[in-house]
């Protein structure tokens, strides 16, 4: 079973912010947070990932919780081509394995 | 940018055939995966191998077998294909780093119909 929640869709207007949260509030203290995104018929694409401090790329922006319960991927001007599923992933080291839940359906919308 | 890349996107085979998907990532990955993603189950880990002629099992290996002969390439074989191993598969990479923290990377999936 994921050990994440996310919602199952959100909606967010062209060039303004689009914040995905996710819940995972039995992540351990070696866990970290992944985030990826998958485009119809294409496979997940990662974005970033943490441990307990904030992380930023050139695509977007981690922000995870002092408590590390909870995440939020921030892509700060959302185009038309952002629109897919959004994965938030826990994983420990010592373990190789990657378990999607259902996902955030984002639609970007124009 | 990490590379991985799928000899197919799309593959029509039949039941009973051997079938072979081939994945190869040019950036000197130690660890490469096999997954198929199906829809309501998500993707399940079917092998993985983290050095060459390494390999291990995953969640579903059950009619799968693979291949790692060179670093930079990893084989999924279908023994003998059946119409449930009909499925997209998904090969991933990644480096092996301190405290395995090292993301995947994936391929764009090779979807493999089994009539």
């Known amino acids: 079973d994921a050990k994440t929640t996310q919602p199952t869709s959100m909606d967010c207007a062209e060039g303004r912010a689009a914040n995905l949260p996710c819940n995972h509030s039995?992540?351990?203290?070696?866990?970290?947070v992944y985030w990826y995104r998958q485009i119809h018929s294409q496979g997940p694409q990662y974005i970033i990932h943490?441990?307990?401090n904030n992380e930023t790329n050139e695509m977007a922006s981690l922000i995870i919780t002092e408590d590390r319960k909870s995440s939020t991927l921030i892509l700060p001007h959302a185009t038309l081509r952002d629109t897919a599923v959004y994965y938030c992933?826990?994983?420990?080291?010592?373990?190789?394995?990657?378990?999607f839940g259902t996902g955030t359906r984002l639609k970007v919308l124009a | 940018d990490v590379k991985v890349t799928q000899s197919s996107r799309y593959l029509v085979k039949r039941t009973g055939e051997k079938v072979f998907l081939e994945c190869v990532q040019d950036?000197?990955?130690?660890?490469m995966f096999w997954y198929r993603q199906d829809p309501g189950l998500g993707l399940r880990l079917i092998y993985f191998?983290?050095?060459?002629?390494?390999?291990e099992k995953g969640d579903i290996p059950e009619g799968y077998s693979v291949s790692r002969e060179k670093k930079e390439r990893f084989s999924l074989i279908l023994e003998s294909a059946s119409t449930n191993q009909t499925s997209m598969y998904l090969c991933?990479?990644?480096?092996?780093?301190?405290?395995?923290?090292?993301?995947?990377?994936f391929g764009d999936g090779t979807r493999l119909s089994i009539l």
């Open positions: 943490g441990l307990k």
């Open positions: 950036m000197d990955h130690e660890n």
């Open positions: 991933a990479s990644s480096a092996q780093g301190a405290g395995d923290n090292q993301p995947q990377h």
């Open positions: 039995t992540i351990s203290g070696n866990e970290y």
């Open positions: 191998s983290y050095d060459v002629k390494m390999k």
């Open positions: 992933i826990v994983r420990g080291s010592g373990t190789y394995k990657y378990i």
